[in-house]
């Protein structure tokens, strides 16, 4: 959201006139398990350690935690001892003071630089997530090919990822069109190529009360054209996939639990290539806390669901 193999030969499946490769079966397990804190953290000042580590006591062994910052600042000293100290692997967001055009262009060179320095091993980095509402395609894969060099150039520990707003690839989106349609918005225009991504990665929610422009019920992920058709152009690339903010919200009473839909997307998920997974633990979209921010809804069903990811 804007504002947290074995080679095998596979048929093809189409998904809203996207060839879709289906996935070799896999274990339903991931090697991640995380959640997307916020500015809305119930504990602790802002989007603080300890209110991960609470979230951990509600949600299980969280493992990844991705943190954002609007501008070039590096990630703070609460966001790297989350990892080294406890475990809490950091996955960054982050922009620029540039243009993504300046950016392609080696203006920004420095601040990247600085950012992936500090960047602990094994940590992820994330330029301009969910970029679809904010620039073409092409402009969006020069800026993150450049980002990727330099960021690797200083800190090859660090895994470069970019991260996609799955509501702009739903079927007849204007910002993610269709390949043959002309212009810099094609599905092809949007893909990092795998010489500069580490990983690919989407942001996926579903809200009641935005029945219309998602599926009408929350389905598990691999029912939802949205996943589909990104997964249609990511899921043959060979490279891990990630499910870096997920969010369900029944806003519109009575509030049914998430629970379901959590078990329908675990087996999807962990046998199309999705090594990591974490909820959006945000507003109405809380699973497990201590205490709820305004909009937020106790759910006992989908916190043991997301607890299952783990099994």
């Not at 970019?162 to 225009?189: C, F, K, L």
């Not at 969010?247 to 519109?252: C, E, L, P, S, T």
Request: glycine residues 10%; charged residues 15%.
């Amino acid at each position: 959201m804007s504002r947290t193999r074995t080679a095998l030969l596979v048929p093809i499946v189409l998904a809203g006139g996207v060839a879709v490769p289906a996935a070799p079966a896999l274990a339903a397990t991931f090697a991640v398990v995380g959640a997307t804190t916020s500015v809305g953290d119930t504990v602790g000042s802002g989007n603080t350690c300890a209110g991960f580590l609470d979230e951990r006591t509600h949600l299980g062994p969280l493992a990844v935690r991705r943190v954002f910052t609007s501008g070039a600042a590096v990630p703070t000293a609460d966001a790297i001892t989350c990892q080294t100290t406890h475990g809490g692997i950091l996955w960054y967001s982050f922009k620029t003071t540039c243009t993504p055009t300046a950016v392609a262009a080696g203006s920004c060179d420095t601040e990247i630089q600085n950012i992936a320095t500090a960047m602990p091993s094994g940590s992820y980095l994330t330029y301009f997530h969910e970029p679809e509402d904010d620039m073409t395609g092409v402009q969006f894969v020069n800026a993150f090919k450049r980002v990727f060099t330099v960021a690797k150039a200083v800190n090859a520990a660090v895994k470069v990822v970019p991260v996609h707003m799955a509501y702009q690839w739903r079927p007849g989106s204007t910002n993610v069109t269709n390949n043959g349609t002309g212009g810099d918005r094609e599905i092809q225009d949007w893909i990092v190529p795998a010489t500069h991504a580490d990983a690919y990665g989407v942001d996926l929610y579903w809200q009641a009360s935005t029945r219309g422009s998602e599926p009408d019920d929350p389905v598990g992920v691999g029912s939802d054209p949205r996943m589909l058709r990104w997964y249609g152009a990511f899921g043959g690339l060979g490279e891990p996939l990630t499910l870096t903010e997920w969010g369900i919200d029944d806003d519109v009473a009575p509030r049914a639990s998430r629970g379901p839909a959590i078990r329908a997307s675990k087996t999807w998920l962990a046998s199309h290539g999705f090594t990591i997974v974490c909820w959006w633990q945000h507003d109405n979209w809380y699973l497990g806390a201590t205490t709820y921010p305004a909009g937020g809804y106790a759910d006992p069903d989908g916190v043991a669901a997301y607890q299952e990811l783990f099994l």
